[in-house]
């Protein structure tokens, strides 16, 4: 690098906030990367089978719009989402059994992503706390950190979120000074742990955020994929004032689409929008009215019984290549919806670094560090079945689990 590069580099470095100082490459992005080897099984991608949609269907319908509504389509659009859209999800919440919600509560967001971003702009200063499960989505990790927000973790186990240790662990860190500002959480189906977080707790995880003042965000973009059990009332269901619902398109319809919605309290709402309407102005008025086309013109319902019956086979086919794979001292969670499987492997097993093993091996997940707010090396990784057919998995699972006995083996050497 020449003198006067290096130099121009230390400029513009020096330029970076603080905040972007803090974001970095997600491991999750590296592992997609190489999932675009077609010589490696990908164990790794939540991917939706789009090719189960009525693609056909779904191009007319795009084509007809454009051709017959371009001006309206083309045209930018109400920063929050057409009434139309706003009026289905309704539709669709209510198809969760959420019925205590109006149109005049729903957002339309660039994917749930964009919520999780509006919710830290609003509510967040840097140095303040969110509380979360351990493990969590990535995504909303990184938002949290281009926040400068502090994620603080609360006890779990196989039925998700622990009352007893949320209560203790308020306590703990309102001690220390920490101010708390919201509980994210994915009560259905966790990314990335596939837990469900039991009927029973959902009643006493709300009052007790309730009664300390503070919010929850409810992330449920799994919650229509079940495929086993009896649905849970969602978290928004029993309290409209306090929890912040986000959904999703891109598991239910097409992520590329980039749509997703929050509901919001009364009091908030006004904010919140504002605050997603000053990045990106407007969700994309095309998008949203594929989408309204679909949900009209389509039996949607029917579509998500055909994905869940699909990805019913492939979660059964997976658990099935564990059951006969998997090396002892190894476990697994047992999904009743959703897209993944979390394997815990013995003490001092550092996944991460077992990832460009699985490389060599022909097949990759993604490492459990990518899912924990602590960052820490993880003795623990994800598995995902959904996009995958069932052969593959089979032999995905096998190629894995001869690396895994011999991280065993060496483990214990």
């Given at each position: 690098?020449?003198?006067?590069q290096?130099?121009?580099?230390?400029?513009?470095?020096?330029?970076?906030?603080?905040r972007a100082?803090?974001?970095?490459?997600?491991?999750?992005?590296?592992?997609?990367?190489?999932?675009?080897?077609?010589?490696l099984?990908?164990?790794?991608?939540?991917?939706?089978?789009?090719?189960?949609?009525?693609?056909?269907?779904?191009?007319?319908?795009?084509?007809?719009?454009?051709?017959?509504?371009?001006?309206?389509?083309?045209?930018?659009?109400?920063?929050?989402?057409?009434?139309?859209?706003?009026?289905?999800?309704?539709?669709?919440?209510?198809?969760?059994?959420?019925?205590?919600?109006?149109?005049?509560?729903v957002?339309?967001?660039?994917?749930?992503?964009?919520?999780?971003?509006?919710?830290?702009?609003?509510?967040?200063?840097?140095?303040?706390?969110?509380?979360?499960?351990?493990?969590?989505?990535?995504?909303?990790?990184?938002?949290?950190?281009?926040?400068?927000?502090l994620?603080?973790?609360?006890?779990?186990?196989?039925?998700?979120?622990?009352?007893?240790?949320?209560?203790?662990?308020?306590?703990?860190?309102?001690?220390?000074?920490?101010?708390?500002?919201?509980?994210?959480?994915?009560?259905?189906?966790?990314?990335?742990?596939?837990?469900?977080?039991?009927?029973?707790?959902?009643?006493?995880?709300?009052?007790?955020?309730?009664?300390?003042?503070?919010?929850?965000?409810?992330?449920?973009?799994?919650?229509?994929?079940?495929?086993?059990?009896?649905?849970?009332?969602?978290?928004?269901?029993?309290?409209?004032?306090?929890?912040?619902?986000?959904?999703?398109?891109?598991?239910?319809?097409?992520?590329?689409?980039?749509?997703?919605?929050?509901?919001?309290?009364?009091?908030?709402?006004?904010?919140?929008y504002?605050?997603?309407?000053?990045?990106?102005?407007?969700p994309?008025?095309?998008?949203?009215?594929?989408?309204?086309?679909?949900?009209?013109?389509?039996?949607?319902k029917?579509?998500?019984?055909?994905?869940?019956?699909?990805?019913?086979?492939?979660?059964?086919?997976?658990?099935?290549?564990?059951?006969?794979?998997?090396?002892?001292?190894?476990?697994?969670?047992?999904?009743?919806?959703?897209?993944?499987?979390?394997?815990?492997?013995?003490?001092?097993?550092?996944?991460?670094?077992?990832?460009?093993?699985?490389?060599?091996?022909?097949?990759?997940?993604i490492?459990?560090a990518?899912?924990?707010?602590?960052?820490?090396?993880?003795?623990?990784?994800?598995?995902?079945?959904?996009?995958?057919?069932?052969e593959t998995?089979?032999?995905?699972?096998?190629?894995?689990?001869?690396?895994?006995?011999?991280?065993?083996?060496?483990?214990?050497?």
């Amino acid at each position: 690098m020449s003198t006067d590069q290096r130099s121009i580099q230390e400029v513009q470095e020096a330029l970076f906030s603080q905040r972007a100082a803090g974001i970095k490459q997600s491991a999750v992005r590296d592992v997609f990367e190489l999932s675009l080897d077609p010589s490696l099984v990908s164990l790794a991608g939540g991917n939706p089978y789009l090719q189960l949609l009525p693609l056909q269907k779904v191009g007319e319908l795009a084509r007809r719009i454009i051709v017959e509504q371009g001006p309206v389509a083309l045209q930018y659009g109400s920063g929050l989402g057409t009434p139309e859209l706003r009026a289905q999800i309704i539709e669709v919440m209510a198809a969760e059994g959420i019925t205590n919600v109006g149109i005049e509560d729903v957002v339309v967001t660039n994917g749930s992503q964009s919520a999780q971003d509006m919710a830290c702009k609003v509510f967040c200063d840097p140095g303040d706390t969110v509380l979360c499960e351990d493990p969590t989505y990535v995504g909303a990790l990184n938002t949290f950190e281009a926040y400068q927000v502090l994620a603080r973790p609360v006890g779990t186990d196989e039925n998700g979120l622990i009352p007893d240790a949320l209560r203790a662990r308020i306590r703990e860190l309102r001690a220390a000074g920490e101010r708390i500002k919201f509980l994210y959480t994915i009560p259905n189906f966790n990314n990335p742990s596939g837990i469900t977080l039991a009927a029973e707790r959902r009643g006493e995880i709300v009052e007790i955020c309730r009664e300390a003042g503070i919010l929850i965000l409810e992330d449920n973009p799994y919650g229509m994929l079940r495929y086993e059990g009896d649905p849970a009332p969602t978290l928004r269901s029993l309290d409209p004032q306090n929890v912040i619902y986000m959904g999703s398109f891109s598991k239910i319809f097409a992520p590329g689409l980039r749509i997703g919605w929050a509901a919001v309290p009364t009091n908030l709402f006004r904010r919140f929008y504002l605050a997603g309407e000053a990045v990106a102005l407007c969700p994309p008025t095309l998008n949203q009215m594929i989408i309204s086309a679909y949900l009209e013109e389509h039996d949607w319902k029917g579509q998500i019984t055909k994905y869940n019956n699909l990805y019913r086979s492939r979660r059964d086919a997976m658990l099935a290549a564990l059951a006969q794979h998997l090396p002892a001292g190894i476990t697994h969670t047992h999904p009743e919806g959703g897209f993944f499987i979390w394997l815990t492997l013995p003490e001092g097993i550092d996944t991460y670094a077992l990832l460009q093993q699985g490389v060599k091996a022909g097949v990759i997940f993604i490492p459990g560090a990518a899912f924990s707010p602590s960052g820490e090396a993880s003795n623990k990784l994800r598995l995902a079945f959904c996009s995958v057919d069932e052969e593959t998995i089979g032999e995905g699972v096998r190629r894995l689990c001869l690396l895994l006995e011999q991280a065993i083996a060496s483990n214990g050497s």
